[in-house]
């Protein structure tokens, strides 16, 4: 009794499709690795399941790369990525053909590579010369008036400061000269005259024991 014809249609149990899916990717995968021994064809698989998964074979005599070259050439459609590649080649391209120029430029700026050079381009380089002179010295003056600031700034705090020890000291000075002023000195005699006796300051006194 043969096996029963099975519809073709998405299977909707998640565990039937995803058993069924492993069965016959395993199955066609068989199929493509004796296809390439028995009749000496290249073969390239790829297999995408629903959870984005992939899986592939491809003859060890060939790669996927050279299979789709050979499947461009047969069908005569262009590659799919000739046009991002071509894109990628003129950015390149452009690149490096600036950065040749920067450097050309350099060169002469430098005074090399000048002597092939006509009247009228040695004028453009003298002309960026003295530009960039002029920058390198309104800088070099901008960095001259920022230091001479800030020395000013400096110099006047020094002044303040010095002034404001010269009032210290001047003030330390009269003190002292009032100290021994004999009037200053006669008032401070004359309050402690007027405070009670135990407040006086007493002379200190020779420690009677020690003369014993």
Not at 175 to 203: G, I, L, T
Request: charged share 30%.
């Amino acid at each position: 009794m043969g096996r029963g014809k099975i519809e073709i249609k998405r299977i909707e149990n998640s565990s039937n499709r995803q058993v069924t899916y492993s069965k016959r990717r395993n199955g066609i995968i068989k199929k493509a690795k004796e296809i390439t021994v028995l009749c000496d064809a290249q073969v390239s698989l790829v297999i995408f399941a629903s959870s984005g998964k992939m899986h592939e074979y491809c003859s060890p005599s060939t790669t996927l790369i050279d299979i789709l070259d050979r499947y461009h050439k047969q069908s005569g459609k262009s590659r799919l990525w000739d046009a991002k590649h071509e894109n990628l080649s003129n950015e390149i391209d452009r690149i490096k053909k600036e950065n040749d120029n920067m450097q050309i430029e350099l060169r002469h700026l430098k005074g090399e590579d000048i002597t092939s050079l006509h009247h009228q381009e040695l004028m453009v380089i003298e002309e960026a010369l003295d530009n960039g002179l002029a920058s390198v010295r309104d800088k070099m003056m901008e960095y001259y008036n920022m230091k001479k600031t800030n020395d000013e700034i400096l110099e006047d705090m020094n002044k303040r400061l010095r002034f404001f020890w010269q009032q210290q000291e001047m003030a330390m000075e009269e003190n002292v000269r009032e100290m021994e002023n004999p009037y200053h000195q006669q008032r401070v005699r004359d309050y402690n005259s007027q405070m009670p006796f135990a407040f006086r300051v007493q002379p200190i006194q020779p420690n009677l024991q020690e003369r014993m």
